[in-house]
């Protein structure tokens, strides 16, 4: 038996079965874009610990301030004590990311904490109660991030769920266009919202919208900008907040280090978390200051958010990105990746449609070219081929029907192209009964 076979059967016999598993690929070591498992046999990585090595792994600025801060001091518990890594990363977050005239920051462990503090300090500053967040949206498992995630398998069983949580439906484009072009689709969803206010919850009682501007658990669906705009405005002028999710998308993931640059808003409350600690346990709460500030003492808190080790890697994190320019290469393997599965979808019927944002890049599996009939068994057998072939690749989409790339964006480009050579070559093999004869096929060479 392997020693990967062996840890397996050991994890199997020892966590429970809620725990998920994309496949059963072990893992002992990474470097950059490359992981090693248990048998010594060699992976590019495609899934980045899911969209948490933005920057490589174990990219040696980071190691080497997280050995200096170990040596140092391990934990002293934020409200106990103040340390300046705290402070400093605040300070810097604060500078990549202002929230209008004066921003406030407040450490976490992880998105879903992340979550849960920006969803109790709009509701602190604004009085009000209602959180309105979207179909497709991922926010994290604890209960109200359960709550506010639409995909139902991530929560068989597990209610009751948090009150006052309201869902409206993701502007997806693809899915539910109706025929209609971009500009009437917006309008229409907008009127939607504005009637949802009428008939479902009325904004005297919604503290907060939260958004993914691309969802990522959802799909790597990309929310149109008018749309969003329009959305801003509405909130505005209703006194709602307005809470950008930026936990998978931040970090140069989709070409700058905010999804909400794209879209020519700020929001008044953002949470980040994944790639911001290289791995470390390590998010973030971003605000307007006079949001942030209307929030009672005590309120906020905890034993271990902005842990000293975890800080030092966060800023180590953003010095390094700044110095290789992360959101250069997030747009250069964004345009590779986006260039390949175009070419990819001329080839291959099974692929519906192709979408992204920067590097945040998928493509959804379908059965006779309809947006509604999710091939979800092709995607898993494409996940444990491309495995088998030395590729760790993972899905999306409620339907888990979505192949997406979350590299890291330090990822060589040969070393990207080989990837995605694999992955095609995979695909193609598993429909080529259907539509595709991979045979005579070349590889694709260049993007
Ligand atoms: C948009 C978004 N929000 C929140 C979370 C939850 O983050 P965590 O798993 O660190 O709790 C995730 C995780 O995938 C996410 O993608």
């Known amino acids: 038996m392997k020693k990967s076979e062996k840890l397996v059967a050991r994890r199997n016999a020892i966590v429970p079965e809620g725990l998920g598993m994309f496949s059963p690929v072990t893992i002992v070591s990474g470097k950059g874009a490359t992981l090693k498992?248990?048998?010594?046999?060699?992976?590019?990585?495609?899934?980045?610990?899911?969209?948490?090595?933005?920057?490589?792994?174990?990219?040696?600025?980071?190691?080497?301030?997280?050995?200096?801060?170990?040596?140092?001091?391990?934990?002293?518990?934020?409200?106990?004590?103040?340390?300046?890594?705290?402070?400093?990363?605040?300070?810097?977050?604060?500078?990549?990311?202002?929230?209008?005239?004066?921003?406030k920051v407040m450490l976490v462990n992880s998105g879903a904490e992340a979550v849960e503090n920006a969803v109790k300090i709009a509701r602190q500053a604004t009085g009000k109660q209602g959180i309105i967040c979207f179909t497709g949206g991922f926010h994290g498992r604890t209960l109200l991030g359960m709550t506010l995630?639409?995909?139902?398998?991530?929560?068989?069983?597990?209610?009751?769920?948090?009150?006052?949580?309201?869902?409206?439906?993701?502007?997806?484009?693809?899915?539910?266009?109706?025929?209609?072009?971009?500009?009437?689709?917006?309008?229409?969803?907008?009127?939607?919202?504005?009637?949802?206010?009428?008939?479902?919850?009325d904004a005297s009682n919604?503290?907060?919208?939260?958004?993914?501007?691309?969802?990522?658990e959802g799909g790597f669906v990309v929310a149109p900008k008018e749309y969003v705009q329009g959305l801003y405005e509405i909130c505005k002028s209703k006194g709602i907040l307005f809470i950008a999710d930026e936990v998978q998308t931040g970090f140069g993931?989709?070409?700058?280090?905010?999804?909400?640059?794209?879209?020519?808003?700020?929001?008044d409350i953002s949470t980040w978390a994944k790639s911001m600690g290289s791995g470390m346990p390590i998010g973030a709460v971003i605000g307007r200051a006079e949001?942030?500030?209307k929030t009672t003492k005590g309120t906020l808190g905890g034993t271990y958010p902005g842990n000293p080790v975890a800080c030092v890697a966060s800023l180590a994190t953003i010095e390094y990105m700044k110095k290789i320019d992360i959101n250069k290469k997030g747009e250069v393997v964004g345009k590779t990746v986006m260039n390949f599965f175009k070419k990819l979808k001329?080839?291959?019927?099974?692929?519906?449609?192709?979408?992204?944002?920067?590097?945040?890049?998928?493509?959804?599996?379908?059965?006779?070219?309809d947006p509604n009939k999710p091939d979800s068994d092709l995607c898993k057998a494409l996940l444990n081929a491309c495995a088998e072939k030395g590729l760790?690749?993972?899905?999306?989409?409620?339907?888990?029907?979505?192949?997406?790339?979350?590299?890291?964006?330090?990822?060589?480009?040969?070393?990207?192209?080989?990837?995605?050579n694999i992955l095609r070559t995979e695909l193609l093999g598993l429909t080529e009964n259907t539509s595709n004869k991979v045979a005579n096929k070349k590889e694709i060479v260049h993007s």
């Open 37 to 103: 498992d248990a048998d010594g046999k060699e992976y590019i990585d495609f899934a980045g610990g899911i969209g948490v090595l933005n920057a490589g792994h174990c990219p040696k600025p980071v190691v080497d301030a997280i050995v200096k801060q170990s040596r140092q001091l391990l934990h002293a518990c934020f409200p106990v004590a103040i340390y300046e890594p705290y402070v400093e990363l605040c300070e810097q977050l604060a500078k990549l990311f202002p929230h209008g005239k004066s921003t």
């Open 149 to 201: 995630t639409s995909k139902t398998g991530y929560k068989i069983g597990s209610g009751p769920f948090a009150p006052e949580v309201y869902r409206i439906p993701f502007p997806d484009y693809y899915k539910r266009n109706d025929g209609l072009k971009m500009d009437e689709f917006v309008k229409r969803e907008l009127q939607a919202f504005e009637s949802y206010l009428h008939n479902m919850v």
């Open 206 to 216: 919604v503290a907060a919208v939260i958004m993914e501007l691309v969802q990522g």
């Open 253 to 267: 993931r989709t070409g700058k280090w905010a999804a909400y640059e794209h879209y020519g808003i700020t929001p």
């Open 291 to 293: 949001v942030m500030d």
């Open 346 to 369: 001329h080839e291959c019927s099974a692929i519906g449609d192709v979408r992204g944002l920067g590097a945040m890049v998928a493509f959804e599996l379908v059965k006779d070219n």
């Open 392 to 420: 760790l690749i993972i899905s999306a989409g409620t339907s888990g029907n979505v192949i997406r790339v979350l590299s890291p964006l330090v990822i060589s480009k040969p070393q990207l192209v080989k990837g995605l």
